[in-house]
């Protein structure tokens, strides 16, 4: 392992007094003659997002305008024209792993028939395999405590390894796909194994993929010391990598790819952008909060089954007197859906059987208890009225700590889904697009007169 290089006292000693001397260089602008033209965040001033696109990808819906106003509705998610609970009532009647059957539906914008299905198998599973040395290169030699640094760095290495990296062609840009696709779980199951070994001192071990396993039976092959697992779990797993595979073209990451993608630049730079994208907090990492609050909640609660203890509980954490400070209940509120998520529900309803096998039903009711209780504590605390709503993160983490999934992978199975989407959106953008995506900022800076070095202070 590489020895990491640090600054000399001298550098940190004056960075640190520039950071503290010019803090008010980057101070909070604040100018509210331009509120009615600045949409921060690229935002409305109803929080609704500023249109600057089309697409036939995915669309959420979880609000109607009604006279002008926002009007709350339950939540519905289409992939390529189709609701998705529609789409898992398909797969799961007839008893197929439904992934790799929306993924081609996203990147190619029909349903496959059952031997183009089985094809596009083959073909992900011939794509498993990484280039000569990749492994041991880039992935154990380079290892890091943070498996979406790794997914990052490795997306952008295979750039190294592709015979026709730059090519934007439809045919092209669908074989990286179809590698990116099949190769996400590889690797983060590979950098999670290395990151156990040099950062928490566990044995080193890796597994190759099975032929014939579906996407979510490899990674839990992969990723489990003795590979077992069984049928109930890949199922749940493959059910959270469907409800995970696409959300519209607005989320923070796919509009990072769709960003860097209208600039004409390579593949995987832009689905390395999207990959820093959902590395953030405020975006991929909204499950481990939930369950990092949720573990809080669970310390705190004497009776899970108590209302009014649970309420009490909830308070103080919407008065910032609990949890982190930010006055938030984890898992509750989305940006577009009001009345309900429709990821959450399918999850939680999934997820019950699984609960009783592994002793989690105790744990899933209080959940429930937290959603059931939340809107109307969040009234009567911040005494405004909001819909709110458990979204899809309320459940997905309890759903992977059933399955003994760590917290470190929980941000890494959200790329290993939304790889699918991501790609999807990039092609879209390439082949229909356009134009490069150019947003402006309003500039408030005083003009300025040049001073020579002599007369600086």
């Not at 059931?372 to 909001?386: A, C, D, M, Q």
């Amino acid at each position: 392992m590489q020895e990491t290089t640090h600054a000399s006292a001298n550098a940190t000693n004056f960075i640190h007094k520039l950071s503290e001397d010019y803090s008010s260089v980057y101070a909070l602008i604040q100018d509210p003659r331009e509120n009615d033209r600045v949409k921060r965040g690229l935002r409305n001033s109803d929080g609704s997002g500023v249109m600057v696109g089309y697409t036939q990808i995915g669309n959420v819906t979880g609000y109607a305008i009604i006279d002008g106003e926002k009007a709350a509705m339950d939540g519905r998610l289409t992939y390529r024209g189709y609701d998705v609970t529609q789409l898992i009532s398909g797969f799961t009647r007839d008893g197929r792993f439904g992934f790799e059957e929306i993924a081609y539906l996203l990147l190619l914008g029909k349903l496959p028939t059952a031997s183009e299905l089985e094809e596009f198998r083959e073909t992900l599973y011939e794509f498993m395999e990484l280039p000569s040395n990749f492994t041991e290169d880039m992935i154990i030699k380079h290892p890091s405590h943070d498996v979406m640094n790794k997914l990052s760095r490795s997306v952008l290495a295979l750039y190294s390894s592709d015979p026709d990296p730059d090519s934007i062609a439809l045919e092209n840009m669908l074989r990286q796909s179809f590698e990116l696709i099949a190769r996400f779980p590889i690797i983060v199951a590979n950098a999670y194994s290395v990151k156990r070994h040099y950062f928490d001192h566990e044995s080193l071990y890796l597994h190759r993929p099975v032929h014939g396993y579906s996407l979510a039976e490899n990674f839990l092959h992969l990723l489990r010391e003795d590979s077992k697992f069984t049928e109930e779990e890949a199922r749940l797993l493959d059910m959270c990598l469907v409800l995970h595979a696409e959300h519209g073209g607005g989320n923070n990451s796919t509009f990072s790819c769709r960003v860097l993608s209208s600039s004409g630049t390579d593949t995987y730079s832009a689905i390395g952008a999207a990959i820093g994208s959902l590395k953030g907090p405020k975006h991929g990492g909204a499950n481990a909060a939930v369950m990092r609050q949720f573990e809080e909640i669970k310390a705190n609660v004497k009776d899970w089954t108590d209302d009014e203890e649970i309420a009490n509980y909830l308070r103080r954490i919407l008065r910032r007197e609990a949890g982190d400070g930010t006055g938030l209940i984890y898992g509750m509120g989305h940006a577009i859906y009001t009345k309900s998520d429709p990821r959450a529900i399918v999850l939680k309803n999934s997820a019950r059987s699984l609960a009783k096998t592994t002793g989690f039903l105790d744990e899933l009711h209080l959940m429930e208890a937290i959603e059931r209780l939340s809107p109307n504590l969040f009234t009567e605390v911040t005494g405004k009225y909001k819909p709110l709503c458990a979204n899809v993160d309320m459940y997905s983490g309890l759903v992977y700590q059933m399955l003994g999934i760590p917290q470190e992978l929980y941000t890494p199975i959200f790329a290993i889904a939304r790889i699918t989407g991501w790609c999807a959106h990039r092609i879209e953008e390439v082949m229909t697009g356009g134009r490069i995506i150019r947003p402006a900022y309003r500039a408030i800076m005083p003009t300025q007169r040049y001073l020579d070095l002599a007369e600086r202070e």
